[in-house]
């Protein structure tokens, strides 16, 4: 429980690191799909119509959408959002969880 609570805690950027503008997601097209989540299911890497983005969860049920576009760009916000977490993880002395998206980062070019 404790692990579900420090996870919903906003990933705030340093100096130094980009701000993510996040909206409401609206639904665009007949079929999102999620083909990936961070640890703790803090983010979701999703797709939708053409399109890329993240979306995490909010209080109210919903959730919300940052850097929808195109892949490489959608792809970049993801990571950076998750290895924030993951650094936050660590700060707390807590062991993160797993993410696929993080090992072997060599692809991101």
Same mark, same amino acid.
């Given at each position: 429980?404790?692990? &579900? $609570?420090?996870? *919903? &805690?906003?990933?705030?950027? +340093? &100096?130094? /690191?980009?701000?993510?503008? #996040?909206?409401?997601? $609206?639904?665009?097209?007949?079929?999102? !799909?999620?083909? @990936? +989540?961070?640890?703790?299911?803090?983010?979701? #890497?999703?797709? $939708?119509?053409? @399109?890329?983005?993240?979306?995490?969860? +909010?209080?109210?049920?919903?959730? /919300?959408? +940052?850097?929808?576009?195109?892949?490489?760009? *959608?792809?970049?916000?993801?990571?950076?959002?998750? /290895?924030? @977490?993951?650094?936050? @993880?660590?700060? !707390?002395?807590? !062991?993160?969880?797993?993410?696929?998206?993080?090992?072997?980062?060599? #692809?991101?070019?």
């Amino acid at each position: 429980m404790a692990e &579900q $609570e420090s996870c *919903a &805690q906003t990933v705030e950027p +340093t &100096q130094k /690191e980009p701000a993510f503008k #996040w909206v409401p997601y $609206e639904p665009v097209g007949s079929l999102l !799909r999620v083909s @990936h +989540t961070s640890c703790c299911g803090r983010f979701e #890497w999703a797709s $939708e119509g053409g @399109h890329f983005f993240v979306l995490r969860s +909010t209080d109210d049920g919903g959730y /919300e959408e +940052t850097g929808r576009g195109l892949y490489r760009q *959608a792809i970049d916000v993801y990571v950076t959002l998750a /290895e924030r @977490h993951r650094a936050e @993880h660590l700060r !707390r002395g807590e !062991r993160p969880g797993s993410d696929t998206f993080l090992k072997g980062r060599a #692809w991101r070019g």
